[in-house]
């Protein structure tokens, strides 16, 4: 509905690995932005992306990284996972000049 | 980034209007008004953007005082699909610093 994808749409993971999520976006949405959702509470802003390019970041560690590539999609990867690292992780995507991001349906990471 | 407040939660019934009121005491001077709905499980959905005075869709209207310290989202004759968490977000077009911030939302009911 929204042209956003990501995958896989769950995942669980033991703590101390590493993992990689991925988000495709509508073409032309050069701007591309994840998410961190724990049960309960609003998303929080990880990062941003333009032109494939980190542009802002929130309060995350480095061990929160990120890719954009040419073609609209876009990696997370988490490095050396924590129990509170499990939450639902979105992307969104807009186009450059528009405020509207659009959500993908999100990534639920379990960390056991 | 500016900072919004709204109810925790609401109740409602099947047939009425509900109105979520936001207040965004330091919204900036760019800033437009974002509200999304967010379903279990599922990403945040966009339904009305505006910048001053009232904004219409086909799914909902957005009345924005003329200090813009606080903004109401207005669902007419809402349903049980209705009930979700509304979240209102403000922010700036600025590719640059674009990052949303969400708060808790407002959790709605509907009731039959």
């Known amino acids: 509905e929204t042209g956003v994808t990501q995958s896989p749409t769950h995942l669980i993971k033991t703590r101390g690995q590493q993992v990689t999520l991925r988000c495709s976006s509508q073409?032309?949405?050069?701007?591309v932005s994840w998410y961190q959702q724990a049960l309960g509470q609003g998303p929080q802003f990880i990062f941003q992306?333009?032109?494939?390019?980190?542009?802002g970041r929130g309060n995350f560690p480095p061990r929160f990284s990120g890719l954009q590539f040419p073609n609209y999609s876009s990696e997370l990867n988490v490095n050396a996972l924590e129990l509170d690292d499990s939450a639902l992780y979105l992307c969104?995507?807009?186009?450059?000049?528009?405020?509207?991001?659009?959500f993908g349906p999100g990534t639920r990471l379990t960390v056991l | 980034l500016a900072k919004t407040t709204q109810p925790i939660s609401m109740d409602s019934y099947e047939g009425q209007e509900v109105n979520i009121t936001c207040s965004h005491n330091?919204?900036?001077?760019?800033?437009?008004i974002t509200w999304y709905q967010q379903f279990p499980s599922q990403g945040p959905r966009f339904i009305i953007q505006?910048?001053?005075t009232k904004v219409t869709n086909e799914v909902a209207s957005l009345f924005i005082p003329a200090d813009r310290k606080s903004s109401t989202l207005s669902l007419p004759r809402v349903s049980l699909s209705d009930t979700a968490v509304y979240y209102c977000?403000?922010?700036?077009?600025?590719?640059?610093?674009?990052?949303?911030?969400f708060g808790s939302g407002t959790r709605l009911q509907v009731q039959p």
């Open positions: 969104a995507s807009r186009r450059e000049g528009t405020d509207t991001q659009y």
């Open positions: 073409s032309g949405h050069n701007t």
């Open positions: 992306y333009y032109r494939e390019e980190e542009n």
């Open positions: 330091n919204i900036a001077t760019n800033d437009y």
């Open positions: 505006g910048y001053k």
């Open positions: 977000l403000v922010g700036d077009m600025d590719t640059g610093r674009r990052a949303l911030t």
